[in-house]
């Protein structure tokens, strides 16, 4: 099992950067998949147990210059670790005028992910930091579990407003009670709601934008179309809102939410080179 990788473009290092401290923000530890094309950041909380499940997909090729590995086996050539992502983040941030930064997988005391910063210097030797990332290695059997998460059929889907904005109103509502309703139709409206036994506040956003697929969906799951007024809503933990917003550091190109109704609320952030689901179980 051999893992080693290099990044020289400033920009490609910047904006890998940006995505680790974003996931950092997301998950005090995750799964890092290697693959021969892509690196994936998976969280999966079960779900039963109200928690979050994520998963980050990004192609190699838009990051490193220099990208080599050798899975566990050849029919199975892909590499599950486990990590604290936020070790990953504190690594890269040496690395912000580096001149090159190398990862390999390294086994010296126990599983790492060495990190080595190349500084710029004014002699003519360069300086060298080195971060090893202690790493755990899931095992084959256990690779089932990382899986991607499927998409339950969702009764509407529906474009988010700017996450700027949406940001700044879950963090006044998140003072004031612990859930928050999302509720959203097919006609573009979408509503954040609160609703304690002292107050009770909404705010509406309209002219979303449904994705393409949302009234095809919802014309097969009934025979006469949704009714494109109704609204499907979920009731989830306004903490893990504000974390997901508050968590972006990479503004997206897209970002879309799909409701089930009473279960689940699915979030889709795409930017061109990177792709991160995020998926909040509704509340009793």
Known sequence: MRFRAKIV?????????????????????????LTVSKLYFILSDKVANGGVSMWCELCQGNFFDEFQMEGVAAEHNEIYLELVPENLSRALKTAQSAKAVKMKLTNKHCPCLRVAVELPS???SSRIVTHDIPVG?????LWNDFREP???????????????????????????????????????????????????????????????WASEDGCQSSD???????MAEARIDIKKLQQLLAGQQVNPTKALCNIVSKRIVHF?????????QYFIPALA
Do not use: W
Not at 9 to 33: E, G, P, Q, Y
Not at 150 to 164: A, N, R
Not at 224 to 230: F, N, T, W
């Open 9 to 33: 473009d400033l920009a490609c290092l910047n904006h890998f950067s940006r995505v680790i401290n974003t996931i950092s923000k997301l998950a005090k530890t995750c799964i890092l998949r």
């Open 122 to 124: 004014l002699s003519s």
């Open 137 to 141: 290695v899931i095992p084959r059997r």
């Open 150 to 212: 499927s998409v339950p059929d969702f009764d509407v889907s529906i474009y988010l407003p700017v996450l700027k904005t949406m940001k700044s109103v879950v963090e006044r509502m998140k003072n004031l009670s612990n859930s928050i309703v999302i509720e959203a139709n097919l006609s573009g409206e979408m509503n954040l709601k609160i609703e304690t036994d002292l107050v009770s506040v909404t705010t509406h956003f309209k002219d979303l934008g449904n994705p393409p």
């Open 224 to 230: 006469q179309g949704r009714d494109l007024e109704s």
């Open 268 to 276: 889709i952030l795409l930017h061109e080179d990177v792709s991160l």
